[in-house]
């Protein structure tokens, strides 16, 4: 099946800094990445679409201006967490679609990253 | 995209068949049912997704009321490896709209 990656599995970082996360399409083309964050015990929330060669769509009450999304090819596309605090902690996951496929498809998840901002 | 409704909570013997229901009363002619799951603190994984027939495929069986006010989905005979959250998914064939929006699952738990 269509495998998708995520770099780094685990960040910690200071409180104030920056922090990029890789997701990767390793065996298909993905001209639609989707962002997700998932606090301990509750669901997945999307964050932003990630679209190659144009900008994200962002969710109600999700900044765009800390939350940065690069999707610079159709295979990565790259979410930057921006001047990172302790409430940004979670983990963050990926997902992509194969562009090759129409609807209905299923969307591919990253293994996910686990984000500790102290 | 119509809501779901799903227990919280499930237990199932190893071996047994697991049946995980999911209500959307809600659900419209062009939308359709998908399933995922997640074990714990890994990214979802598809299971399968269907529109009013039935579908099987080597993880699951899907069961679509005629209705399709809700569905059932079946893990014919389920091992440890199953315990994971469990999420039902109405999302539109509209063209445009490709977003999955999670509700709040079933934890299913395999009894050893």
């Known amino acids: 099946g269509a495998v998708v990656s995520q770099h780094p599995s685990r960040v910690i970082c200071k409180s104030g800094t920056s922090v990029k996360i890789e997701c990767r399409s390793l065996?298909?083309?993905?001209?639609?990445m989707f962002w997700y964050r998932q606090f301990p015990k509750q669901s997945l929330m999307l964050m932003a679409t990630?679209?190659?060669?144009?900008?994200?769509?962002?969710e109600q009450g999700v900044e765009k201006d800390k939350f940065l999304i690069n999707h610079a090819s159709l295979t990565l596309s790259t979410l930057t967490v921006t001047s990172a605090h302790p409430e940004d902690s979670s983990f963050y996951i990926c997902?992509?679609?194969?562009?090759?496929?129409?609807?209905?498809?299923?969307?591919?998840f990253g293994p996910g990253t686990r984000l500790t901002v102290t | 995209d119509a809501k779901t409704t799903q227990p919280t909570s499930m237990d199932c013997a190893e071996g047994r068949a697991a049946n995980l229901p999911c209500n959307h009363s809600?659900?419209?002619?062009?939308?359709?049912v998908y399933w995922y799951r997640q074990i714990h603190s890994q990214g979802p994984q598809y299971i399968i997704h269907?529109?009013?027939n039935n579908e099987t495929n080597e993880m699951a069986s899907l069961i679509i009321t005629e209705d399709r006010k809700s569905s059932t989905l079946i893990l014919p005979h389920a091992t440890l490896r199953d315990t994971a959250v469990y999420y039902c998914?109405?999302?539109?064939?509209?063209?445009?709209?490709?977003?999955?929006?999670f509700g709040t699952g079933t934890r299913l738990t395999i009894i050893p």
């Open positions: 809600t659900i419209s002619g062009n939308e359709y």
């Open positions: 065996d298909f083309q993905a001209t639609t």
């Open positions: 998914i109405v999302r539109s064939a509209l063209f445009g709209n490709e977003k999955l929006t």
């Open positions: 269907g529109l009013k």
């Open positions: 990630s679209n190659e060669g144009s900008k994200a769509t962002y």
């Open positions: 997902s992509a679609r194969d562009s090759k496929l129409i609807f209905p498809y299923e969307q591919y």
